[in-house]
């Protein structure tokens, strides 16, 4: 199976300031098969992005996504306040579908 | 707006069968383009794909629950269910329904979670 491992841990920023958060493959992920789900505390998580750059319907324009093959980050450019949360990505390009083990964005 | 709401017993003794069900409201589970899944998550911990379902029959299980796992559909209730046999603590989380993308195999769709606890 295919191992998602996110990078970092925990981010610790501050609103407005812009989060980068990195997800690798232990191999190729297949024609960049790869979301990006957002999870706050006692909720269900939430798509924002699939096939690695699309935007899901309703997620703002700070919410940007890329890359491929093995190397995959999800970009949010300005942070807002509800932004801090937990964020998973998941490949969905070769079964079983994967889940990494999630990057948390706290308030610095 | 597709929402899906799972119900079923919030407590399982060990190496008892869990079963859960989820009932698909604002849309019909009568529908290739996508899938019906359940997915997991342990306390404090991970999300782990556990099965899904297309409308056809056609299923797909993660290789390491495949052999404790029934998934099904009822069209007829609009609803889909989960039996995840001989449980132990290890299966003890919230568990999701949820339901495939129009573009692909991502999860468009989440039900709010169903706690389940595994003791005697």
């Known amino acids: 199976e295919i191992v998602l491992t996110q990078s970092p841990g925990t981010l610790s920023l501050s609103p407005g300031e812009r989060a980068t958060l990195s997800c690798w493959a232990s191999?190729?992920?297949?024609?960049?098969?790869l979301a990006w789900y957002q999870q706050k505390p006692g909720q269900a998580p939430r798509l924002l992005l699939y096939g690695s750059s699309n935007r899901a319907t309703g997620i703002p324009v700070r919410f940007s996504g890329g890359g491929s093959g093995t190397d995959f980050t999800l970009t949010i450019s300005r942070l807002e306040p509800e932004d801090f949360a937990m964020y998973y990505c998941?490949?969905?390009?070769?079964?079983?579908?994967?889940f990494g083990q999630g990057t948390k964005v706290e308030i610095k | 707006q597709v929402q899906l709401q799972e119900s079923g017993p919030g407590l399982v003794k060990p190496s008892q069968t869990l079963s859960l069900t989820c009932t698909v409201s604002g849309g019909s589970i009568n529908n290739d383009d996508y899938y019906w899944s359940w997915i997991r998550q342990h306390p404090g911990k991970g999300l782990e794909w556990i099965a899904h379902?297309?409308?056809?029959?056609?299923?797909y299980y993660n290789p390491s629950l495949q052999s404790r796992i029934t998934i099904s559909v009822d069209t007829s209730k609009n609803q889909f269910s989960l039996q995840l046999s001989s449980v132990t603590a290890a299966d003890a989380a919230v568990y999701y329904c949820a339901r495939g993308g129009r573009y692909g195999d991502y999860v468009a769709y989440w039900g709010q979670g169903s706690l389940v606890t595994v003791s005697s």
């Open positions: 191999q190729s992920v297949r024609s960049s098969y």
């Open positions: 998941q490949q969905y390009g070769t079964s079983p579908w994967t």
């Open positions: 379902i297309y409308f056809s029959g056609k299923t």
